[in-house]
């Protein structure tokens, strides 16, 4: 049998000597690629904040994505790993790809996505449910925006945004807006005087990880009464995987909410 190598998006070389059929997946967004693409009957365990697609609520947990439960998941005995350089913690990470092989993504592009989605596909064996999937998807006909400046706030006390090094930044400038704060790294914070100066037309308050409502709304008007103030669905800017080629319907909703 030919030796089954891969590298990941860190350039880690991973050998897989079988087609993995427990599967833990460490990251929401990838835990529902793999359910979207190859069923969930193969994922063993998943993190409390892999809440999609339904079918996987009865998968057990094993932590948070960042404080795994590194005893329990050797009890899972799982044969492959997904996790992410951003959203998982390094050191727990190293510890795991001791016993098993780890694959480590890294997106901050919608290419990125692809190419994480195209290797799980060679991993699993299973390729052509992904080109099937990539051949169908819609992003292609997203209606886009006309370069107007806008400001996503993720937190609030304090208030913090998105840099432009980041995959929901890169949505954003995908279709056709431009993230004020594009200049910045990571998830710098902002002062009321630093939002002011910012001067955006519109400001998108992220359902996550900071529950933004309506109540937000008002504050923030009294800082930006010019701007167009709007709660947005964090999932569908944030989640990578197989979510981002199924956004269309809601880009295009919120491209004719702000009135276009």
Known sequence: ???????????????????????????????????????????????????HPKEIYSKPKVGGTKNLDLEFIDRLKPDFILSNKEEN??????????????????????????????????ILNNSSEVVNFLHSNRWKNIKHFDHEKVL??????PYMTIGGDTFISHILESIGLNNVCAALARYPELTREDIVQLNPRFVFLSSEPFPFREKHIAELSRI?????????????????GTRIFRAQKYFNSLRQHLSY
Not at 225 to 232: D, E, G, H, N, W
Request: net charge negative.
């Open 1 to 51: 049998m030919a030796e089954r190598i891969f590298v990941d998006q860190l350039g880690r070389e991973l050998h897989i000597p079988i087609i993995p059929k427990r599967i833990l997946s460490t990251v929401p967004s990838l835990t529902e690629a793999v359910a979207d693409l190859f069923g969930s009957d193969c994922l063993v365990g998943r993190t409390k904040f892999c809440i």
């Open 89 to 122: 913690d390094k050191n727990e990470i190293e510890t795991l790809s001791e016993k098993y092989p780890v694959y480590i993504s890294d997106i901050k592009t919608i290419s990125d996505t692809v190419d994480c989605l195209k290797d799980l596909g060679k």
């Open 224 to 240: 930006l009464p010019q701007a167009k103030i709007v709660l947005v669905d964090g999932e569908m800017f944030s989640w990578y």
């Open 152 to 157: 996503y706030l993720i937190w609030k006390g």
